[in-house]
């Protein structure tokens, strides 16, 4: 049974390390876009960063690449 675990990380270690390189290729050039529903969104960033409070500001949607994340 132990050897089963080991070999269920093992498989997914790969899989996982093997995604992260297509995004960190230096021949590809990746686009990130964040969208936020707040028009001052930067203001307020700006402004948690100063409070130090821990505050975030989450974003409405991301697209990495042309795909979108809600």
Known sequence: M??????VIAVFWVFFTTAQNDFY??????????FFTQSNWDQLMD???ATG????L???SV???GIVFD
């Open 47 to 49: 402004n948690y960063y």
């Open 63 to 65: 697209i990495v690449n």
């Open 58 to 60: 989450t974003a409405d």
């Open 2 to 7: 132990k050897k089963f675990y080991i070999i």
């Open 25 to 34: 290729d230096e021949n590809n050039i990746n686009t990130i876009e964040i």
């Open 53 to 56: 409070n821990g505050d975030r």
